[in-house]
């Protein structure tokens, strides 16, 4: 996850957030296409301050927030009792032992107003009277029915009065729980765009398919031949066509190579 943003990231994100066409943004800006896509792109850093005013005048954000002096878009300098943040808390976010960034997202996601509703009846324990005595009715009904019915007769009715009765704590900590995932999924699905690139899949799926081929080979022939075939795959040979000379010379290759070398004295 991503804890700066460069202005050009910032003003694509802040385009994409309005959806807009670069063609759109240049004619309700009045900034020539050409200068808006120099502007966003990162191989030119080189950017009008009048051009970033007015850019920021129309996305309603302050230009401190696009140069970076700044992570808010709009407040700054805000007193710490609006806030009504504990000193606790205010030294815990001054410290940054939290992703403060973080912090920021769930708190303005627009699920967590459901999860904090939900932590507050939990903690302020806001239900309990009404659920204390929906259970008492319950408990009730279940013990004038024993007294009327044979158990046994009736034992579907007893199963669905018992099942009525509603833990509190248990309820309510999985409605937290449930929230909260919900929360983190949101987060999670806007953060796509911070994952690895393709290039960088690539790469990662390169080694997995390099790790499986070695202990596919290691388990057929031992380790020194699974490694000597991988090395033979990754520089384009197939080994199953070489020589028993062309592959004494390989092998030879790889026991001179600083990588199997290091591998030998890790054991």
């Known amino acids: 996850m991503k804890c700066k943003l460069t202005l050009q990231e910032k003003l694509r994100d802040l385009r994409d957030e309005c959806k807009l066409k670069l063609a759109d943004l240049a004619e309700v800006t009045g900034i020539p296409i050409s200068t808006l896509q120099r502007i966003e792109s990162d191989e030119d850093i080189r950017v009008g301050y009048q051009d970033v005013v007015t850019l ?15 992570d808010n878009r709009l407040h700054r300098n805000v007193a710490i009792d609006e806030l009504g943040l504990t000193d606790a808390a205010v030294e815990v976010l001054k410290d940054k032992k939290l992703n403060n960034r973080l912090v920021s997202e769930l708190l303005s996601s627009l699920d967590a107003p459901q999860l904090f509703s939900a932590m507050e009846v939990y903690i302020d324990r806001k239900m309990l009277p009404q659920m204390n005595a929906l259970n008492a009715v319950y408990k009730f009904a279940e013990e004038k029915l024993r007294e009327h019915v044979d158990a046994g007769d009736d034992e579907q009715n007893l199963k669905i009065l018992q099942e009525a009765i509603v833990d509190e704590d248990e309820y309510l900590r999985f409605r937290i729980t449930e929230r909260f995932g919900v929360l983190v999924k949101a987060m999670f699905e806007a953060h796509k765009k911070d994952a690895l690139s393709g290039e960088q899949m690539d790469i990662v799926k390169e080694i997995g398919d390099g790790y499986r081929f070695y202990m596919e080979n290691k388990e057929k022939a031992g380790a020194q031949r699974a490694k000597l075939a991988l090395l033979a795959k990754q520089i384009g040979l197939n080994i199953t066509k070489l020589t028993d000379d062309e592959i004494a010379v390989l092998m030879k290759a790889l026991q001179d190579s600083d990588l199997y070398k290091r591998s030998k004295r890790r054991k």
Request: glycine share 6%; aromatic share 26%; no cysteine.
């Open 56 to 70: 920021a005048n129309y996305y309603k954000v302050s230009t401190d927030y696009l140069f970076g002096l700044t």
